[in-house]
């Protein structure tokens, strides 16, 4: 029925819109639970000096707080780096394996240097390929009337304005020229067009 009210508009069948300090809250209890439905707790043993020093430590207790400084201790052999753990493709290993070899030689000088120079080596070196390949393409390749390719480099008009002399009128043919009209070779070419 046309007015029938008990079906109601839908509206009530939408969920709410989560506001925004909500969002935020739902994402900061995810970040800190770690996945988890509880929050993650410290097993501690007296963390604070005050603890430790206001009542005595019974023999319990600094065994327990003996134990836990000796578990954060970490053998030489952690932390372990397993391959299998972080798999990289083809692509990434082939374009990974100079900045790979950089890093095992830059080793001895430290570990933190091996890695900044594993990261900025290769980028470096990849850039100054780049603009010595844009420099080539600028000087030796340029675009003109005798191929297709090539960088074709042009500059903008300057502003006119209504009290400044306007500008010389171009020839129709002078649209997109490359350099043709200046050509030094092939000027005198027959055709079948041209009499004799």
Known sequence: MAGDSSLGTGSELEPAKEK??????????????????????????????????????????????????????????????????????????????????????????????????????????????????WYYCIKYAPSDWTRLKGWYMYTTRQKAYTFDERPPEKDHDDFFDKGFKTRTCLKDGKTSFVSH
């Open 20 to 133: 925004k300090w909500q969002l935020e809250k739902r994402i900061k209890e995810q970040h800190i639970k770690r996945k988890s439905r509880f929050l993650p707790f410290s097993i501690e043993p007296m963390p604070y000096e005050r603890q430790r020093l206001a009542e005595p430590m019974t023999d319990e207790d600094r065994f327990l707080r003996k134990q836990w400084l000796k578990d954060q201790i970490l053998s030489p052999k952690e932390p372990r780096h397993v391959e299998a753990l972080e798999p990289r493709n083809i692509f990434r290993r082939i374009y990974g394996y100079p900045a790979d070899l950089i890093y095992k030689a830059l080793l001895p000088v430290g570990e933190t240097t091996a890695g900044v120079g594993r990261v900025l080596i290769p980028r470096l070196l990849l850039s100054c390929g780049v603009l010595y390949y």
